[in-house]
């Protein structure tokens, strides 16, 4: 099976290839989606992408007197997040495809209501009576706790120099979360040094050769900036991945994908900002394994590339 990553827009999601336009099919009931393409491929669509049969089989040849809005016809049964489908027993995608496929052709522009509510009640039958054959695929595992601040500041720390003053706080009005319930939101009221205000996680362990990814969503009280990275936990503070970001007052995502130059069983992941005195927000912070993986509506991330020299000192830290 071909799969079409890609996010969806407005309540249903759109097969890259089929820019579909035109009537579609509306069931009373929430379960999944199935759409002819203009290009007669049958697609499944779930929230988090599609899955279209191979263009090698094709749908040909569809009924001169059907629109070409019935040629693109949706079966819809939308309205239930579902994640997308990562793996699916052929055997049942090509039997709900011919029995679809059919339906589909005897289909005329004046069907009735009730004639609907059997299809869709049908595909849905089908699509539901095979369920050991589909499996949904589970987010990446965020190892940080408490990423999205919901047990509010439990798990993190923060840590602010002498010389500078901040104060962190996950509630009240202040606390305005892109995700969840609470938000990390940094008041900061002297700057000093970057290194001087941070907010971190630690201990955790990372292995050498595995790819992470480290992405947080973020905004501030005015454009400023503010550096990302992921370090050992103790002297020489050698860091594996760092990024300044910018910030502005709206919210938005970045994230770094790194691969690890070490075995590490003290690892942090944090953010420093203590050059400016300029307010901060924070809020659904996830570290992983593999590549950048998006798990927000709307969401525009801002790939940031880790630094070229991948291991830093304390002292490089201190002149930054």
């Avoid at 995608?93 to 589909?104: K, P």
Wanted: charged letters at 20%; a positive charge.
């Amino acid at each position: 099976l071909m799969i079409l990553r890609g996010r969806p827009r407005g309540k249903v999601g759109r097969c890259r290839e089929s820019y579909l336009k035109g009537r579609f099919i509306t069931c009373p009931f929430s379960i999944s989606e199935f759409f002819l393409t203009r290009h007669s491929k049958l697609c499944y669509n779930s929230y988090a992408g599609n899955i279209c049969l191979p263009s090698q089989q094709t749908l040909h040849p569809v009924k001169k007197e059907m629109s070409n809005a019935l040629q693109q016809a949706r079966i819809l049964t939308g309205g239930q997040h579902i994640l997308k489908l990562a793996r699916v027993n052929i055997e049942t995608v090509n039997m709900i495809q011919n029995m679809a496929v059919n339906m589909i052709r005897r289909v005329k522009v004046n069907m009735t209501n009730g004639i609907l509510t059997y299809i869709c009640l049908f595909v849905s039958m089908l699509l539901f009576g095979f369920g050991t054959h589909i499996s949904a695929e589970k987010p990446p595992e965020n190892i940080l706790k408490n990423g999205d601040f919901y047990l509010n500041l439990d798990g993190w720390h923060h840590w602010t120099h002498a010389d500078a003053a901040a104060l962190f706080q996950t509630e009240g009005k202040k606390a305005e979360p892109i995700a969840g319930k609470n938000a990390v939101y940094v008041k900061i009221s002297k700057a000093g040094e970057l290194w001087h205000i941070q907010f971190y996680q630690q201990p955790f362990i990372l292995e050498k050769g595995t790819t992470y990814t480290y992405n947080l969503w973020a905004k501030s009280e005015k454009p400023r900036s503010v550096v990302m990275r992921i370090l050992h936990q103790g002297a020489p503070w050698n860091e594996y991945a760092r990024k300044a970001i910018s910030l502005t007052e709206e919210w938005k995502e970045f994230f770094i994908t790194f691969k690890m130059t070490a075995d590490d069983v003290n690892t942090r992941a944090g953010i420093i900002m203590g050059a400016e005195k300029v307010d901060v927000w924070i809020d659904h912070v996830r570290l992983y394994e593999g590549e950048y993986v998006s798990d927000i509506e709307g969401a525009e991330p801002q790939a940031v590339e880790p630094s070229d020299k991948l291991t830093t000192t304390w002292a490089a830290l201190k002149s930054f």
